[in-house]
């Protein structure tokens, strides 16, 4: 039974590649593919990505943080 989950995740994920319009999504999936030996992802993205994952870990921990109706609410009009 867990050959058919995995047959049908996959086909999942081919749907999804499909319809990926996120350039830098793409070339992360490529990079994937040509070297699947790299286990951290943390080496592969820029320093701009690190700096807002460790700002947004920092909020977090300080409490700054809405739950998804407020920033739903606050964002819909963009949504």
């Not at 499909?18 to 350039?23: F, R």
């Not at 947004?56 to 409490?63: H, N, P, Q």
Request: hydrophobic letters at 40%.
């Amino acid at each position: 039974m867990g050959d058919l989950n995995i047959e049908k995740e996959k086909l999942e994920i081919i749907k999804w590649v499909t319809n990926l319009k996120d350039d830098a999504a793409i070339e992360r999936l490529r990079m994937l593919r040509v070297n699947p030996k790299k286990l951290d992802w943390w080496n592969e993205v820029t320093e701009e990505e690190k700096a807002a994952i460790e700002k947004g870990l920092a909020d977090i921990k300080a409490g700054r943080v809405k739950p998804h109706k407020e920033a739903k609410k606050l964002y819909e009009r963009w949504l």
